[in-house]
């Protein structure tokens, strides 16, 4: 096969290029700048919103809050790197059983690590379930429950617990409520 070498300037602009940052006029739908990006980081929802804006010159933080609640078109989950992601929720299908299950055995393990038994697990994962039947929860309320339940968790266990609700498929990251990440 034939490769081609690009120069170093033009490989910064052809990187740049690929992932938006010459922030192109046409981008307007943030559903597909973050299917164009593979995906937008978004531990801190305001620094992920910035990040949609730095791709494209149309889009404003309402247009990304309303992607995602109101349409729906974008989701935020655990991906890459295990790091929050925002995907296209159209996406979702085919990215999230390629790195859910490592980044569920992982916390499963660390958990374990943690001192806390696969049957304590499984039980935390069920008090979540049944809290969210009764509607959406912030992370602090899901562990909330799961410590009304009886379940002690730290700062470690807490985080690992309800990554785990997620990335076994129980529940999702929702809208956040204020400044409480869902």
């Known amino acids: 096969p034939r490769s081609t070498r690009l ?17 192109p006029d046409a981008a307007r739908d943030p559903a597909e700048v973050a299917r164009l990006t ?7 929802p305001p ?17 990304v809050d309303r992607a995602r609640t109101g349409e729906r078109s974008l ?10 992601h925002i995907i296209p929720t159209d996406d979702a299908g085919w990215m999230l059983p390629l790195f859910e299950p490592p980044i569920e055995r992982w916390s499963r393990r660390r958990l374990e690590q943690l001192g806390m038994s696969p049957a304590t ?12 039947d009764d509607g959406p929860l912030t992370r602090r309320e899901a562990a909330a429950r799961v410590t009304d339940a009886g379940i002690a968790l730290d700062a470690q ?7 785990l609700a997620v ?8 809208p956040d409520r ?5």
């Open 47 to 63: 620094a992920a919103r910035l990040s949609f804006r730095s791709r494209t010159r149309a889009l404003t933080a309402a247009d």
């Open 75 to 84: 989701l935020r989950t655990w991906l890459m790197r295990k790091t929050i």
């Open 157 to 163: 266990t807490r985080l690992h617990v309800v990554g």
């Open 167 to 174: 990335t076994s498929g129980l529940a999702l990251l929702g």
């Open 121 to 132: 697990q499984e039980r935390a994962l069920r008090v979540i379930a049944t809290a969210i």
């Open 178 to 182: 204020g400044s409480q990440p869902m």
């Open 7 to 23: 120069e170093p300037a033009r490989l910064a602009r052809v990187r740049a290029a690929a992932q938006l940052l010459h922030r």
């Open 38 to 44: 593979a995906g937008i980081q978004a531990q801190d």
